[in-house]
Antibody, heavy 120, light 110 residues
Framework: EVQLVQSGAEVKKSGESLKISCKGS????????IAWVRQMPGKGLEWMGVIYPGDSDTRYSPSFQGQVTISADKSINTAYLQWSSLKASDTAMYYC?????????????WGQGTLVTVSS | QSALTQPPSASGSPGQLVTISCTGTSSDVGGYNYVSWYQQHPGKAPKLMIYEVTKRPSGVPDRFSGSRSGNTASLTVSGLQPEDEADYYCSSYAGYNNLIFGGGTKLTVL
């Protein structure tokens, strides 16, 4: 059974940088797409972007283009989401999730989530 | 691109049938066979319930089914169970490498 394990909760200040991770189990990590999804406190799901670790082909939501960077290291089965300068409005739970194809299939499984708290 | 439109809430008694709608446009829900539905219990990660409009992943009870008519997709839960109480989100590919979610529906089992 494939699992996605995310890095732990982070507490940062506005203006600081941050990189969170998502590690996949098994030897098929490079052959699936990994997406990041934001959920602000008490709000719904927002798709941020997706990456194919096999060749690092990356697609961003227009809402998040230029605001974050998605990357991956297929040698260690890990995808990343990073910010160069955090804002208080980045406070949210961030999930990574896998998709068998783009845009085919659905998001399954999901990581446990990484809570990012940014103080101003 | 605006979020897909879902009713904020839905409810039903155990054993009943409930349908949750997800309305978009011909550029997303009506234009592609890439509509998915997710269940999220409080404090938990979402779980895939339906993908590609009507397909059900292994392990998802057959009480859950998906359909679409024009620009509106629907998730139907038949034989409602107490454990079905959760938030439900639809999503759709919207072209140009973009994907959007609905605002979510809170399903209450009375």
């Amino acid at each position: 059974e494939v699992q996605l394990v995310q890095s732990g909760a982070e507490v940062k200040k506005s203006g600081e940088s941050l990189k969170i991770s998502c590690k996949g189990s098994g030897n098929t990590f490079s052959t699936y797409w990994i997406a990041w999804v934001r959920q602000m406190p008490g709000k719904g799901l927002e798709w941020m972007g997706v990456i194919y670790p096999g060749d690092s082909d990356t697609r961003y939501s227009p809402s998040f283009q230029g605001q974050v960077t998605i990357s991956a290291d297929k040698s260690i089965n890990t995808a990343y989401l990073q910010w160069s300068s955090l804002k208080a409005s980045d406070t949210a739970m961030y999930y990574c999730t896998r998709r068998s194809g783009w845009p085919t299939g659905g998001f399954d499984p999901w990581g446990q989530g990484t809570l990012v708290t940014v103080s101003s | 691109q605006s979020a897909l439109t879902q009713p904020p809430s839905a409810s039903g008694s155990p054993g009943q049938l409930v349908t949750i709608s997800c309305t978009g446009t011909s550029s997303d829900v009506g234009g592609y066979n890439y509509v998915s539905w997710y269940q999220q219990h409080p404090g938990k990660a979402p779980k895939l319930m339906i993908y590609e409009v009507t397909k059900r992943p292994s392990g998802v009870p057959d009480r859950f089914s998906g359909s679409r008519s024009g620009n509106t997709a629907s998730l139907t839960v038949s034989g409602l169970q107490p454990e079905d109480e959760a938030d439900y989100y639809c999503s759709s590919y919207a072209g140009y490498n973009n994907l959007i979610f609905g605002g979510g529906t809170k399903l209450t089992v009375l």
